[in-house]
Every structure is written in C-alpha cells, then in structure tokens.
C-alpha cells in the first residue's frame, strides 16, 4: 500500500480507513503508543498498539529513532491535542536503533544545548527545532522563486567559479589550481595546462551580481540564487563563509524603483512564511518563549516572532540617508547608561550591527533602509551621486538583524565607472566583459543582494546563522 505523509493524515477526515505511514518514533509509551514523526510536519502522529497486535520481538525493537512502516485504521484520537491516530494492525522495523548508542546522541530524550547539536549536525534534522527551521527554510525558498517568477523576472545561474571579486573586498577563496602537467594531451597536442586548470587564479563567487547585471541588459529583470563565499574571518552570529544569496538586477530601475522592490519583495514573502508555515512559527516562537524564561527580565526578548514579523509587514520601511543616520547616531546612546561599542566620531565611517540595530529597534522602530552612502565604503560599481563624495547604495536594516539587505544603483557611465575603477586599482582588462554592459546600450539599472540566511534567522527568530543552514561552513569548521 502507497504510504501517506504524516502532514496529510493529520487532516483526514477518512474514519475507519486503512492507512499506512513511515516514519521514525519519536517516543513509545507504556509498550503502547508510538509517536511517529515522518518530517512532514512538526506534529507527530500518534499510533496505538492493541495488545498482541504484533509479536513480542518486534515489539522490543521499537525504540527511539527506529524507521518504522506502520498500517492501521484511522480513528477518531481520544487523546488531548489530536483529532486522529492510528490503530495499529500491522507494523515493520525498518531500521533499527540501538538505545544504548542512542544515548549518546543528541536523539537521546532529554533537552540539548544549541551548541551540542551543532556538532552532529548530521542527526539534528531530527529534533523538533531544526525540522520546524528547515522545513520555513525550504518554504521560503520556494516563494522566493514564486515571487520573481509572478514578476517576469528570470531566474539566472551566475557561476560558482570565476576571476573576479565582486565587492573587491578581498574575501575570495581561491580555487585550488591542479597541475595538470601529466594529464595527456589529445592527439593534435593542443590541451596542455601546464600550470594551472584556467590558466588564471581564479575564486569562489562572492556575489554574482556583475554576471546578472549583464542579463538583466538583456532579459530586463533577473535575479540569481545560490551559494556564494567568504573568506572574512568574523566569528559572528551573523557571517557564514558559505552562504546563499538572493540577487535580483533590474533595467531601467533606479534607486528608489529598487527600494520599491525590495520592500515588495520582503514583505511578500514574509507574508507567505505567516499563511504557510503556522506550525513550524508556532512551535518555534514557543520555544523562544520557554527560552525567554529562563533568562532575567532585562535580556528577555521585547517582541514575541510574529509581533516581529508583523512589525515588517504593517510598516512602511523608513528611508533616510546616511548622513541623516550619522547625525542621529553622534548623538545617541543605545541606552541611558551605556554607550555604543564603537562610537561613530565623523562621517564616512561605517556603521555597526549595533547602530543599525539602533536605528531600528529605538530610534526609527521600523525596519530601516539607509541610502546614500560615502563612496570610500562602498563598491567600485555603486552610482556616484552629484556631490562626488557619495553612491546611490543602500542596506536595508531589520530588528535583531541589522543588515538583511545590501544593494544599489549601478553606475552605468563608462568613464565614470573605469575612473571609479582606476582609483582603486581595478584593471580595465579584468573586468572587459563587464564594461561592455556600459559600451553598448547602457541604461540606468539596479539591485541588490538579501542574505537568504539572514532571512531565514529573522523569519524563525533563532539567534545564530550556524543554526539557519543545515551544514554551516564557519572559520575551522567544515566537519560535515
Ligand atoms: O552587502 P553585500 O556584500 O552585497 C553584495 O554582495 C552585492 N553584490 C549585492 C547586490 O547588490 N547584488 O551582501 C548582500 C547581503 C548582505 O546584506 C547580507 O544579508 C548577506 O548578503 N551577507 C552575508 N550573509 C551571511 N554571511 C556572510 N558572510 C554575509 N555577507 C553578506
Ligand atoms: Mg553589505
């Protein structure tokens, strides 16, 4: 018989019908009922064994994170929480599981720190917590696509492998080049890679942003979605060196038609997380809860997840420029009695995830998006405004986030763009491909890059990116 998902039997009003499940048991109580969770749902089902229903030695093999195949009927559940189980008539051990070595997972039945299930990130899927996260991860993803998809963007694959670093920033991983001196040649002797496999130094993609850019010169609105790297060494719950970007690019857009999109886009599929994913939000948000009340009042969180999810959705993000911001930060405390880490003395330097967070969660009390930043902290390819001083960027800044989104209006003046380049040493042969987006057909374009993780963070209210991604890539940590 074709198995069912756990999700769908929950909701069937099929009484008194055959149904098979599989899953894995999550408890079994007084040698009777199995709760089983499949992953396609956050809730389990509960099934019952009816004495001598099955044999005693299958019996003993139902244990704490078997795979088990369970046919039953489906009754109306007399037990609290549930409207259906199932009665068991028949079951099969899949996969066992051996208790005593269970024990000495994070499977084990008791409560585990974050930090332990970081380390065998290979079973934690398993737990309620980081199914409920990758089950909103995967949703998202989806409406990602669906979003753009409805808009007449198209979806490009910038490569993982190339020659340049986008945001110059230094952060590249480099691709370790093969000598491939030994390899044979073909007959007319003409493959040799003597040094190296390109024949050039060559990285992971820190953004695909300048390869989008020269589709969106000819499809009009694109976007990327995939993974990207970085080598910056910032132990933080914020950074990954691996991590997945979402890159929309858009002809004929400026600045403030940019803003418009990303605001749209945010809030659409935040949306969409809130009508699909009750559930998973539900369980998590009562986590965090639980987790709330261990801590002193002081460091208790201000905003239950979906306050905080509507807090995006019912407000009209707040654009203000950077030198508005920097006037406001010189003369702010984050609270009467302390004062910034880093405090901000002139204009020009770059703001922190605590001013931002400022900004945000004091000052401003809705999401932020900050506009018009110096040049000198900026990409080369960022639009210079008329003052020469600063670009057409901006990042958007979210509640306990701080930056979630960072983009701008390009500069599509080829002179401009090759001085911008020359100043910081950016050869013109590099980046050849590039400047012919600005040669021929030029046009006033724009984008930006959301973080997908950061989303992710912000969306199911965990506090560490390492717990957003099912196998996190961080400084010394590439175990799994
Ligand atoms: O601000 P960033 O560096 O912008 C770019 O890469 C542009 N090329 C994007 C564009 O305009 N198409 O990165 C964009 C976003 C950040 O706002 C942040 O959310 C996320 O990517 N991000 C990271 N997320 C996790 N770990 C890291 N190390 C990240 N670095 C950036
Ligand atoms: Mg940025």
Redesign the pocket.
């Known amino acids: 018989m074709k198995h069912s998902k756990v999700v769908d039997v929950l909701k069937s009003d099929k009484l008194l019908q055959p149904v098979t499940v599989k899953g894995w048991v999550r408890s079994f109580r007084n040698d009777r009922f199995i709760a089983l969770n499949d992953g396609s749902t956050i809730h389990n089902i509960q099934c019952v064994l009816e004495d001598n229903a099955i044999d005693n030695k299958v019996q003993e093999k139902i244990t704490v994170g078997a795979a088990v195949a369970i046919t039953g009927t489906l009754v109306e559940s007399q037990g609290k929480g549930q409207k259906v189980e199932i009665q068991i008539t028949e079951l099969k051990v899949v996969g066992e599981s051996n208790p005593e070595e269970l024990k000495l997972t994070i499977l084990s039945p008791k409560r585990h720190s974050l930090e332990k299930l970081r380390e065998q990130a290979h079973l934690r899927v398993r737990t309620n917590t980081f199914g409920a996260i990758m089950r909103v991860r995967s949703k998202l993803s989806f409406v990602i696509h669906e979003y753009f998809q409805k808009n007449n963007f198209y979806y490009v694959h910038t490569p993982v492998i190339t020659k340049s670093d ?2 110059g ?1 230094g952060e590249a991983f480099k691709v370790t080049n093969f000598d491939l001196t030994n390899v044979p040649k073909d007959e007319t002797g003409a493959v040799n890679f003597k040094e190296d496999f390109f024949g050039a130094e060559t990285n992971l993609t ?4 300048l390869e ?1 850019e020269t589709y969106a010169m000819g499809l009009g609105s694109v976007y990327t979605f995939g993974p ?1 790297f ?1 080598a ?1 060494n ?1 132990n933080t719950s ?4 691996e ?1 997945w ?1 979402v ?3 858009v002809a004929f857009c400026d600045l403030d038609g940019n803003m418009d999109l990303a605001e749209d886009f945010i809030k659409y599929v935040i949306q969409y997380a809130l009508d699909n994913c009750a559930d998973d939000l539900e369980f998590l948000e009562n986590r965090l809860v639980q987790e709330d009340k261990q801590k002193p009042q002081a460091e208790r969180s201000e905003m239950l997840l979906r306050d905080k999810l509507k807090f995006v959705l019912e407000n009209n993000f707040k654009r203000v420029s950077y030198t508005e911001a920097i006037e406001i930060l010189k003369n702010s405390k984050p609270n009467k009695k302390k004062k910034f880490k880093y405090i901000i003395e002139e204009w020009g330097a770059d703001l922190q995830s605590e001013h931002e967070r400022f900004l945000v969660e004091k000052h401003f009390k809705s999401p932020v998006i900050l506009f018009d930043y110096p040049a000198k902290i900026k ?1 080369f390819y960022m639009r210079l405004n008329e003052d020469g001083n600063t670009v057409r960027a901006m ?2 800044l979210f509640p306990g986030i701080g ?6 209006q390009r500069e599509e003046r080829l002179e401009v763009l090759k001085e911008k380049m020359a100043a910081l040493d950016i050869p013109e042969e590099e980046l050849w491909w590039y400047l012919d987006t600005r040669r021929f057909g030029t046009c006033t374009h724009s ?5 997908f ?2 989303l992710v963070l912000f969306v199911t209210g965990m506090s560490n ?1 390492r717990d957003v991604i099912p196998y996190p890539r961080t400084p010394l940590n590439a175990e799994f």
Request: net charge negative; no cysteine.
């Open positions: 986008a945001e920033a820190v953004s695909g942003q989008a990207t970085r910056e910032s914020r950074h990954l060196a991590f970007m890159e929309p690019e990409a990042d958007i930056e979630i989104v960072g983009g701008s984008g930006f890059g959301l973080g993780e950061r990116i």
